[in-house]
């Protein structure tokens, strides 16, 4: 199954007793998995590494999870005996994989705080909140990325997936925008 997975700028992570570091491409495998005590621990949902790795400098990849794999009910984490890391993505590439999770599942609910309903604001440059709802309204400060993504009328399903990036100008820090029709327009808070 392909799932994400956060490490620091080093490319390390912690493993069991320690600190492993990984290399992109490469296959890696343990004996045994079990949540929270060992094995490669990973996450379904993009948003869920970010509970484990959220600084601005945190590495993001698309891996493998095959083997056996474990998984504990806490959030979207799961643990498996053997990982390959396929791809690094950016921390807004991140935010796009959530949104393909979200429209396809729209029904589990969000592993994190990166998801607001309705209405949400992004307070910090070079990251991203999405907001979601029947009539979502973002904002954001410059330099930063709010996702709106508006579900079907009385269903969780995605309609819309709208991405706004706050240069400053064309779209204003500190300003709400939400969508009418299938364009973003202003909105008042």
């Not at 998801?115 to 979601?132: L, N, Q, S």
Request: some cysteine; proline content about 3%; overall charge positive.
């Amino acid at each position: 199954m392909l799932a994400y997975k956060g490490f620091t700028k080093e490319l390390t992570a912690t493993m069991g007793k320690g600190v492993f570091r990984f290399e992109t491409g490469k296959t890696y495998e343990e004996k045994e998995c079990k949540c929270a005590h060992n094995g490669f621990h990973c996450a379904e949902d993009p948003l869920g590494v970010l509970r484990y790795y959220s600084g601005m400098d945190t590495r993001f990849f698309l891996v493998r999870a095959e083997g056996e794999v474990n998984q504990d009910g806490e959030g979207s984490r799961i643990s498996c005996t053997r990982l390959t890391l396929v791809k690094e993505i950016s921390r807004t590439g991140l935010a796009v994989h959530a949104c393909r999770y979200m429209e396809r599942y729209p029904e589990r609910k969000p592993d994190g705080d990166y998801v607001k309903r309705e209405r949400g604001t992004c307070t910090r440059k070079d990251d991203f909140i999405i907001v979601r709802g029947k009539d979502p309204r973002g904002s954001g400060v410059k330099g930063s990325w709010f996702f709106l993504v508006r579900e079907e009328a009385g269903s969780p399903r995605i309609r819309t997936v709208y991405p706004v990036y706050v240069d400053g100008e064309e779209i204003r820090e500190k300003t709400y925008y939400g969508l009418r029709g299938d364009g973003l327009c202003r909105r008042k808070n």
